[in-house]
């Protein structure tokens, strides 16, 4: 009865390699409904409180032009002197009036930095959307990563039932089965970790999305491989075009053409005029009306207006430093993320249409060879891992691609899934 029993356990660890070769994905736990990524993000448009905050500083630069291109308020003076018999009073109104010319560069200066503000504005935006893809396919790769552990440790509970069976009836050796209780243990530790990794990337999430870090989330949806449709040449064309990041840089260099040309301007005089009505109270009442004309002169250009120069042409040579900068930090963004999906995809290609394939015969074959004898229990205890490590490092590669994908989009500014641009 023993031997009939130590027979069985070989027929069920065989019928289980069987089925792992033939469905190595299989999802036996997951009954979580599907977190759908669009759904986040158009929820995180609304809700991220970085993005609402970026939008609120680029509709108050907006409000700016207007304001530094009024003429500067008007100053209304009321005069009056008595009480002896030259008793008068005074209302006169001045308007200053800048130098034909500033106020516009005024206004332009203004507007270039509120075009600034919105490139800012939407590089935060696609930085979050990475950011949220980037939470979203990592959680992917634990929920798998926990699949496949829970499935391994189902099997190997059935390898320690059967090292225990064998080395009962003086078939195998008590090695065999503390090594599969050891092994057990680990995947049972690596779990454990797995789940306090599932739980910090939900809290992730929830922040990015301004809900309460322990808001619940259903299991992200199976992600498919996006093919990268565009070179290096035409990703680097793309992003030097479209970056929000180069964009404000841009956009910082123009402002600063126009500061050194109001710098030069402030060389020239303002203007300001008045107006006024005096009424004297004497035995027969006069009235007058007068006006005058000034000019503010720039006397202390030395050390003013010449520095004011200095400073605009030196703000003007950083822009175009910074500029440079965040170009060749976009470029090398660009460069690195499309060496890691590269990489990615291929290997993608090569775990799941050769190797895992492979490893699944190899277990199934060693689990055949072990239940009659002719292979040791490590020799198929190590295939059962080698396979395991391979299903994760499949999900470990799809997870790296698309999240190499995500940062493309956000430095290219362009949807990098869909129809090839023209």
Do not use: C
């Not at 990524?37 to 448009?45: G, N, S």
């Not at 309460?212 to 996006?226: I, R, S, Y």
Request: aromatic share 8%.
């Amino acid at each position: 009865m023993e031997l009939i029993r130590i027979y069985h356990s070989y027929a069920q660890i065989f019928v289980i390699g069987l089925w792992l070769s033939l469905f190595p994905s299989l999802s036996v736990f997951s009954a979580e409904p599907p977190l759908k990524l669009q759904t986040l993000i158009e929820e995180v448009f609304q809700q991220n409180p970085e993005i609402q905050a970026a939008r609120q500083r680029w509709e108050a630069s907006k409000s700016i032009p207007s304001q530094v291109n009024s003429l500067p308020d008007p100053i209304v003076g009321l005069a009056y002197r008595g009480p002896d018999i030259m008793r008068e009073g005074r209302f006169q109104i001045q308007q200053e009036f800048p130098f034909p010319g500033k106020l516009g560069l005024r206004k332009e200066i203004a507007a270039k930095g509120a075009e600034r503000v919105g490139e800012i504005h939407e590089g935060i935006q696609l930085r979050v959307i990475a950011q949220l893809k980037e939470a979203y396919f990592s959680l992917h790769f634990v929920h798998k990563s926990i699949e496949i552990v829970r499935k391994n440790v189902k099997i190997l509970e059935e390898f320690e039932k059967t090292a225990e069976a064998r080395y009962k009836v003086g078939k195998g050796i008590q090695q065999d089965l503390f090594r599969a209780q050891v092994e057990l243990s680990r995947e049972l530790e690596q779990l454990m970790t797995l789940n306090q990794e599932k739980e910090t990337l939900h809290a992730n999430i929830n922040r990015i999305l301004n809900r309460p870090p322990v808001a619940p989330l259903g299991a992200p949806e199976e992600p498919h491989l996006t093919p990268l449709l565009y070179t290096l040449a035409e990703l680097n064309e793309q992003a030097t075009k479209n970056s929000p990041i180069i964009n404000a840089q841009g956009r910082a260099i123009e402002q600063s053409h126009s500061a050194v040309d109001l710098a030069n301007r402030d060389y020239y005089p303002d203007f300001f005029a008045s107006l006024g009505y005096m009424q004297s109270f004497r035995g027969n009442e006069q009235q007058d009306a007068f006006g005058s004309i000034g000019i503010k002169i720039p006397l202390y250009y030395a050390t003013k207006q010449r520095f004011g120069v200095k400073e605009s042409l030196s703000r003007l040579e950083s822009a175009r430093k910074d500029h440079r900068t965040a170009t060749q930090d976009i470029l090398f963004r660009v460069k690195d993320n499309f060496a890691r999906a590269e990489r990615a995809e291929r290997l993608v290609k090569l775990l799941g249409k050769a190797i895992i394939p492979q490893a699944s015969l190899a277990l199934e074959s060693s689990i055949a060879g072990y239940a009659v004898g002719k292979v040791d229990f490590l020799t198929m205890l190590d295939n059962l891992l080698r396979l395991q490590r391979d299903e994760i490092d499949l999900h470990r590669e799809l997870t790296t691609h698309e999240i190499a994908i995500a940062k493309l989009e956000e430095v290219v500014a362009i949807p990098l899934q869909g129809e090839h641009y023209e």
